[in-house]
């Protein structure tokens, strides 16, 4: 198996336009925003996944590690699929994976029985404590292009961006 991302086709941009001649121009450029950011999410999770690929780790699966080692305290697996907005099957998934690789340990919670906490390993801790200057610079890298005030810019639109769709979440239906 391949860990080199498919290259974006020459015609992708076609998608991104798909429908839209018609849409009056305010909501069209919303839907290509949406589009780009769907698009450039790709991208980023494939460069991540093959930068990734000699640990073993996917960028789904480095998320939920990233996720967990912000906690205070090991989280519960059904928190962990909240945050990441994925099914407890999902979540529960990854992290049997990640056991199996090393870089975490599913426990039983003492005070609940039923609950499962997810627990980083010392290969986790020490794996990323290793790889983190070298992965920060490729990201830095990828993202040269941009200033630091495009960055700081972007940064912010995404964070208000994401807080709209929070305030809106279940507006789907």
């Not at 020490?126 to 610079?137: C, I, K, L, S, V």
């Amino acid at each position: 198996m391949s860990t080199t991302p498919i290259p974006d086709p020459p015609e992708s941009g076609q998608w991104i336009d798909l429908g839209l001649d018609a849409v009056e121009p305010g909501l069209a450029g919303r839907v290509r925003l949406f589009r780009r950011l769907m698009a450039t999410a790709a991208v980023f999770r494939g460069q991540i996944d093959a930068l990734f690929a000699e640990t073993g780790v996917t960028s789904q699966q480095a998320a939920l590690l990233q996720l967990i080692e912000a906690q205070p305290v090991p989280p519960m697996l059904g928190q962990v699929a909240l945050a990441l907005r994925m099914t407890h099957q999902n979540a529960k998934q990854i992290a049997l994976a990640l056991q199996r690789k090393g870089f975490l340990d599913i426990v039983v919670d003492p005070a609940d029985r039923r609950a499962r906490r997810l627990q980083l390993t010392e290969l986790h801790h020490r794996t990323w404590r290793q790889r983190n200057p070298d992965d920060f610079a490729h990201v830095g890298r990828w993202t040269a292009d941009l200033s630091d005030a495009e960055v700081a810019q972007a940064v912010d639109l995404l964070d208000r961006l994401r807080e709209s769709l929070q305030r809106h979440r279940g507006a789907a239906r």
